[in-house]
């Protein structure tokens, strides 16, 4: 490890962690509801379980990008951390902020009060109280960055790293913004949920990816930069008017219909270029490097994103498919292998790349950590076809044959099935992930030998 400061990022990837076992496990209880639907329902509604299983994705999401920050940028900009208290600071407050979500999710505390109770939209329940925290913890982080960031050396990584992170705060202060006029409220709402995952984020997951590409493969700089902005250039190209596949039905004017489907089909292309961009480097690569499980990592990410959010997103984009596939679980299945693809697999890749290095060691359990994504991304593929069929089966009995919706549900019962039991797969997948990073492996030095660095 080069600088000191990269240790905050330790605390980071441990909170992480730690809500991404939390998410995984409300899915699968999710899951079993959906198969065994009375269950736990007095004590635990399926709603609460849904928002605490969504809400854990995206806030360790997060918190895994600043922690891949806070480890990626003293290399790049060759300085320390500007402020290391101010890191934790921040941390702090997101873990405080994440406990008072969970308790008030789970008890339904204060309820109808607009500061402390949860309000009543879809991935942006979250109190008030917690949202102002949320803000505050994102200016600290951007304050303790770009300061970091000015006083040292600028590299393109970086550059696209801190604008990703500056568009993610700068989005999310349209969660305040909670109109009357739910089709105004749908309009607005979208600006954080789609200007997130498919546009700022995918910034900070080519930054991210680049970083590794450049430590894992040893190509050039110069050459991993051209990509990079090539890949920025074409997800802001398609991802800003790709927004227009959510307003086909929500009330907005009729040219979002061909807004919408041009600008979404194009989505595919920023996608295609990581995949593309991630294997012509260890292709290219003159480095032989020891951690094969994040280079696994790196790729399988790069792949599973194009096919979730580009192919999956693709097959249901056009206003006149979705007009009968909207709302389905083939929007579920485009969701879940999408966000394990571009988001999840990015942070387990940074995580297994940094571990090693943070914790003084060689890699180590690689093969745990391999097997465990072979685990989370075959039960993931496996979740995604499963909930494919089970929509396709939806649309044709519901939307095109007009059955009751919960006739249909019926109908889907053995998909249900199939899901749950690659929801399982993922979780042990999870769990031995976690084992693997966390835990080192005995070796047995002979006399006379030194253990080698870890190598980065």
């Known amino acids: 490890m080069k600088y000191q400061t990269q240790k905050i990022a330790l605390a980071y990837i441990v909170v992480a962690l730690t809500l991404f076992a939390v998410q995984v496990l409300m899915g699968l209880l999710a899951g079993w509801v959906y198969v065994v639907p009375n269950t736990l329902s007095e004590i635990l509604p399926f709603n609460i379980i849904r928002m605490l299983h969504t809400n854990s994705l995206i ?35 997101l873990v405080i902020g994440t406990a008072g979500v969970v308790v008030t999710y789970t008890f339904d505390l204060f309820h109808g009060n607009w500061l402390l109770g949860k309000e009543g939209r879809e991935f942006l329940e979250q109190p008030v109280w917690v949202k102002v925290g949320i803000v505050v913890a994102a200016l600290i982080f951007l304050f303790n960055v770009t ?50 995952v498919e546009g700022v984020w995918e910034l900070i997951m080519a930054s991210i990816l680049a970083y590794l590409m450049l430590k894992l493969t040893g190509v050039d700089r110069e050459i991993v930069e051209k990509w990079l902005y090539v890949i920025v250039a074409a997800a802001l ?22 807004l919408g489907s041009v600008f979404s089909a194009l989505e595919v292309v920023p996608f295609f270029a990581m995949m593309a961009f991630a294997f012509v480097m260890v292709w290219k690569g003159r480095r032989d490097h020891p951690n094969k499980a994040a280079l696994l990592w790196s790729l399988g990410c790069a792949t599973l994103a194009f096919f979730g959010a580009g ?37 387990l890749a940074i995580f297994a790349y940094a571990m090693p290095i ?51 549900q019926d109908q889907l019962s053995l998909f249900y099935w199939m899901r749950f039991g690659a929801g399982v797969a993922v979780v042990l997948g999870v769990f031995l992930y976690i084992y693997a990073i966390a835990v080192p492996r005995r070796e047995v030095i002979e006399p006379g030998h030194k253990a080698e660095a870890p190598a980065e």
């Open 237 to 258: 190209f398609s991802g800003i008017l790709g927004t227009g596949h959510h307003y086909y039905w929500i009330g907005t004017p009729g040219y979002w219909q061909w």
């Open 59 to 93: 806030v360790w999401l997060i918190t895994g990008f600043f922690g891949a920050a806070y480890f990626l940028i003293p290399e790049e900009a060759e300085r320390e951390i500007y402020s290391p208290k101010l890191a934790y600071i921040q941390l702090a407050i």
């Open 147 to 196: 300061m970091t960031v000015l006083a040292g050396k600028k590299t393109a990584i970086t550059n696209i790293l801190l604008l990703g992170l500056w568009g993610l705060a700068l989005l999310f202060l349209f969660s305040f913004y909670n109109p009357g006029n739910l089709a105004l409220d749908k309009q607005y709402w979208w600006y954080v949920v789609h200007l997130w």
């Open 358 to 408: 943070l914790r003084g060691r060689d890699p180590y359990n690689q093969v745990l950590s391999m097997v465990s994504f072979w685990l989370m991304s075959g039960g993931m593929v496996f979740m995604t076809f499963a909930l494919t069929f089970a929509g396709t089966v939806q649309t044709h009995l519901q939307r095109v044959m007009g059955m009751n919706y919960m006739e249909v």
């Open 311 to 347: 192919v999956w997103g693709f097959l249901h984009t056009l206003s006149w498919v979705n007009y009968y596939t909207h709302g389905t679980q083939i929007t579920a299945a485009h969701g879940h292998l999408a966000f394990f693809g571009a988001y999840v697999s990015l942070n």
